[in-house]
């Protein structure tokens, strides 16, 4: 059996591919259990960030509506949704910044997936589409929160409520994603991105996308995670390297302690 999900390594780079380009990288059960189980293990390595990717040419095509079943029990679909919950949860909180490489298709919950990471780059030929309401469904996988964050709360409801696809070039424009890439070579841009990431400070990025993640929030809850996490980071290794490095007029060297 092919591994729904593969990790791999460059450099400090860990890369996750979604693995099974015959149906364009849909969530099928093996695959989304799987790729809960590496992006745990990515995060728990010391890859200081990630790279995730799809397979044959698409990122991920949503839902695998082979396996739906309509007459499955209430605690089951709930079940089903609270497990791709983990991955999204991952990609939002987890320590490491999450970079997305986003070829051919991004439709549904690929969408979600995509938008759950710190930045996203596409190829030029990408493709997206909030495409639930065509099974009469509505978004998950956190895409209420993530798209309008993104997009703003107008363009949002147009995307979620048509379900009009959006080429790469309208996709920039929108800010739905952060940069574009030529058709072939969006992994290794995402890769050489990836590498700006990772020579940031490990601890502050973790406590920054912490903190995002909890937007949006009132002024005072605002105030009181900066009086928490800057006063904590202030303490650290990678603080003082920061500061000797500006002071001395040469590039910081941060080590994540």
Do not use: W
Request: glycine share 8%.
């Amino acid at each position: 059996m092919t591994e729904p999900v593969l990790l791999s390594r460059d450099g400090e780079i860990a890369v996750v591919t979604l693995n099974e380009p015959e149906r364009r990288n849909a969530l099928s059960i093996p695959l989304r259990e799987r790729l809960a189980e590496v992006l745990d293990q990515a995060m728990a390595s010391d890859a200081r960030a990630i790279v995730l990717t799809g397979a044959g040419g698409n990122f991920c095509s949503g839902g695998d509506i082979r396996s739906f079943d309509p007459n499955a029990p209430l605690v089951d679909v709930r079940d089903r949704i609270g497990r791709l919950h983990r991955v999204i949860r991952l990609l939002l909180t987890g320590r490491k910044p999450v970079i997305a490489a986003v070829d051919g298709y991004a439709f549904g919950a690929g969408v979600s997936i995509a938008l759950a990471c710190d930045h996203v780059i596409a190829a030029r030929d990408a493709r997206f589409c909030a495409s639930f309401n065509r099974v009469a469904l509505m978004a998950d996988l956190g895409l209420l929160y993530t798209l309008p964050l993104r997009v703003g709360s107008g363009k949002a409801r147009e995307l979620l409520m048509l379900g009009e696809i959006v080429g790469a070039e309208e996709a920039l424009a929108i800010r739905l994603v952060d940069r574009l890439a030529e058709p072939g070579k969006v992994l290794a841009a995402a890769i050489e991105r990836a590498r700006l990431f990772a020579a940031a400070p490990p601890v502050a990025l973790a406590m920054t996308k912490s903190a995002l993640a909890r937007m949006p929030a009132t002024l005072e809850t605002v105030l009181q995670m900066e009086v928490d996490g800057q006063s904590a980071l202030f303490r650290t290794e990678d603080h003082a390297e920061g500061r000797n490095a500006f002071l001395e007029k040469r590039p910081p060297s941060f080590k994540g302690q």
